[in-house]
């Protein structure tokens, strides 16, 4: 069975899905090949261990349950060949008058710089906003990510403040620009 069967969104150029145990392998080379790009922006799993761990916050049963999900893992395949592109994970869902939602997301070598993650971002908007029904969904991008923060303003996000050393990654605690799009925003983009 083709791997786009089992897609939840998909687009022109990719397509979203769950990622799986049997993943592991693929995923974990692509990490390590993606070693350079990530630097210090993001980290990612980078052995089967962490991967098995990834899975059961971001892609359990209970992240399949779309209404009262906290974490949901999202990868980014490539249509033509089912070759994995990147990934998307909403994370911190949270419902009641809140609902919403943080997204993190990074692209996997040599993929990188192709279009397939703007793609991949609309995917999972869709999916945040149609699926899952958010309100609002925030990116938290250091000053310094520019590819990140064009990708942000290009989907429709706007920012809305500066977090002082918000997260630690590799060993720092480092700043982040604050930028949202609220499904209002995003119904009147398409």
Same mark, same amino acid.
């Given at each position: 069975?083709?791997?786009?069967?089992?897609? $939840?969104? #998909?687009?022109?150029?990719?397509?979203?899905?769950?990622?799986?145990?049997t993943? +592991?392998?693929?995923?974990?080379? +692509?990490?390590?090949?993606?070693? %350079?790009?990530?630097?210090?922006?993001?980290? +990612?799993?980078?052995?089967?261990?962490r991967?098995?761990?990834?899975?059961?916050?971001? #892609?359990?049963?209970?992240?399949?349950r779309? +209404?009262? #999900?906290?974490?949901?893992?999202? $990868?980014?395949? %490539?249509?033509?060949?089912?070759?994995?592109?990147?990934?998307?994970?909403?994370?911190?869902?949270?419902?009641?008058?809140?609902?919403?939602?943080?997204?993190?997301?990074? #692209?996997?070598?040599?993929h990188?710089?192709?279009?397939?993650?703007?793609?991949?971002?609309r $995917?999972? $908007?869709?999916?945040?906003?149609?699926?899952?029904?958010?309100?609002?969904?925030?990116?938290?991008?250091?000053?310094?990510?520019?590819?990140?923060?064009?990708?942000?303003? %290009?989907?429709?996000?706007?920012?809305?403040?500066?977090?002082?050393?918000?997260?630690?990654?590799?060993?720092?605690?480092?700043?982040?620009e604050?930028?949202?799009?609220?499904?209002?925003?995003? %119904?009147?983009?398409?």
């Open positions: 069975m083709p791997a786009r069967k089992s897609a $939840l969104v #998909a687009g022109d150029s990719v397509y979203l899905r769950w990622p799986r145990r993943d +592991a392998t693929a995923f974990v080379a +692509a990490v390590r090949a993606s070693a %350079r790009l990530h630097r210090n922006w993001v980290q +990612a799993p980078s052995t089967p261990v991967f098995v761990g990834y899975l059961a916050r971001f #892609a359990g049963a209970s992240s399949r779309t +209404a009262s #999900a906290t974490h949901v893992g999202l $990868l980014v395949c %490539r249509s033509a060949d089912d070759a994995m592109v990147g990934v998307f994970n909403l994370s911190e869902i949270v419902r009641g008058a809140f609902q919403s939602a943080y997204v993190g997301y990074y #692209a996997l070598a040599p990188a710089g192709r279009g397939y993650m703007a793609e991949g971002l $995917l999972t $908007l869709s999916f945040a906003f149609r699926v899952m029904r958010l309100h609002r969904v925030e990116i938290n991008v250091q000053p310094l990510n520019a590819r990140s923060i064009v990708l942000a303003r %290009r989907a429709g996000f706007r920012r809305e403040g500066f977090s002082r050393r918000y997260v630690k990654l590799a060993g720092r605690w480092r700043d982040h604050r930028w949202a799009l609220l499904v209002e925003d995003w %119904r009147k983009r398409r």
